[in-house]
């Protein structure tokens, strides 16, 4: 098992990666001396999965356990099931002292994690994540959120875990286009920030699109991936300024899966985003087409990443992204890829260069 520390003072936390792991949750939550009460929050495709597991080690442990399951999907994450389920903490007895464990991909660790962050003025949480944009992003830096009907993670809080526990045997049931969707944000990890891993990318993508490698290289992928967010959230905890960089394809990335009615999974959003950002720093003679093009292989050798969804509309691409909350004062801000490991922020992209850089993506997507 390996163990990716988050500095972040009196609310750093450990992240554990390791594989076979899920019934070490009683063990650890007991050691970190988290509450006598604890409720995990899942749906029902994880539960069915592995809440067995989760809640036995609890229980195991001592740790008086209830469940609340919300049904799945992205369309469930808004102020309506949190209000279900804090009314469930409430019914079973939680207190200030009490703890939320959440055992799912980012929808349920985003939105568990808001309710910890509100249900009586903010408890304990704990993040068990089990897609991989969860193990790798979401489930990291204490983003929570929820959907609110004019955008996507409109009402949320910055509230940190008390742990993370990433058991990476959960990828194998995950289904192959969830796995390729969470591969966006490795890929972002990569060029943004590291080379190594970039590197591990370049000579085994293939591989790791299948899940086709050892479970200690796997652990390695998602740990290193840990790190480097956790590197970022360490400098930069609630987004004054470095933490930026980890919104790399994000800007126009979130107005397309918007602009897809959800249909495009986040990842695939993100993926096209990152093509089209490459393309406007390409444009900008910021960024080398050398770069773009080994960004573009490694999305496109994902062998699921980098299709266009020919019902997106280019302006109304163009429109979502005024009202994104990544703009500040009514300006579009941008991270643009100068090379791998270097960014630059900018705030001066025309309409018509956004436009241009649509219609490269439309072209080049395979
Ligand atoms: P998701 O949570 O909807 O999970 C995808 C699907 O996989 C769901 O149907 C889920 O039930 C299922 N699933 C989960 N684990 C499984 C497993 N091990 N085996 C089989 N099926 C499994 O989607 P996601 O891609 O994990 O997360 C997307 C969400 O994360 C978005 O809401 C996004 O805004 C958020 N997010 C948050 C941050 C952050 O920093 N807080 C970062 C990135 C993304
Ligand atoms: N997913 C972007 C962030 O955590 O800042």
């Keep these: 098992m390996k163990t990716v520390p988050v500095n972040l003072g009196s609310r750093s936390y450990d ?28 749906n029902p495709t994880v539960a069915a999965l592995y809440l067995n597991p989760v809640q036995r080690s609890l229980e195991a442990a001592g740790i008086d356990t209830s469940v609340v399951t919300v049904p799945d999907g992205e369309e469930y994450k808004t102020l309506e099931t949190v209000a279900t389920i804090q009314g469930e903490l409430i019914q079973a007895g939680l207190d200030r002292t009490s703890c939320v464990v959440t055992l799912g991909g980012g929808v349920i660790g985003d939105m568990a ?17 089990t897609t991989l944009e969860a193990q790798v992003d979401a489930s990291v830096g204490g983003k929570t959120a929820v959907d609110h009907a004019q955008g996507k993670n409109m009402v949320g809080a910055f509230h940190q ?7 990476t045997e959960t990828l194998m049931s995950l289904p192959k286009r969830d796995v390729r969707s969470g591969l966006a944000e490795v890929i972002k990890h990569g060029l943004i920030r ?14 790791v699109a299948e899940l086709e ?26 987004e004054k ?45 910021v960024c080398g087409t050398d770069t773009m093009d080994l960004q573009n292989q490694l999305i496109s050798r994902t062998g699921g990443l980098g299709g266009w ?17 990544k703009a500040r004062e009514g300006v ?25 850089s649509l219609q490269y993506v439309r072209e080049t997507a395979s």
């Excluded at 390791?18 to 995990?40: C, Q, S, W």
């Excluded at 910890?116 to 993040?127: K, L, N, S």
């Excluded at 969804?309 to 909350?325: C, P, T």
């Design 194 to 207: 590291d080379q190594e891993l970039t590197d591990f990318l370049c000579d085994r993508m293939e591989q």
């Design 309 to 325: 969804d020919d019902r997106v509309q280019d302006n109304q691409v163009i429109e979502l992204m005024a009202s994104d909350k």
């Design 15 to 42: 992240i554990h990666v390791g594989h076979g792991i899920l019934d070490r949750i009683g063990t650890t939550y007991v050691d970190l001396g988290l509450g006598a009460k604890a409720a995990i929050v899942t």
């Design 332 to 356: 579009i801000r941008f991270v643009l890829l100068g090379g791998v490991g270097q960014t630059v922020h900018s705030d001066d992209v025309s309409a018509d260069e956004i436009a241009t």
């Design 213 to 238: 490698i050892e479970a200690e290289d796997l652990d390695w992928l998602i740990a290193k991936n840990c790190e480097i967010k956790a590197g970022v959230v360490e400098a930069d905890e609630t």
């Design 113 to 129: 994690g808001f309710c910890a962050a509100t249900y009586m003025r903010g408890i304990d949480f704990v993040q068990i994540p």
């Design 161 to 167: 875990p008390k742990l993370v526990l990433i058991d």
């Design 241 to 285: 300024g470095l933490r930026e960089i980890l919104n790399y394809g994000h800007t126009i990335g979130h107005a397309i899966e918007s602009a897809s009615g959800f249909r495009l999974r986040h990842g695939e959003a993100i993926a096209l985003g990152m093509m089209a950002e490459a393309k406007i720093a390409v444009d900008k003679g």
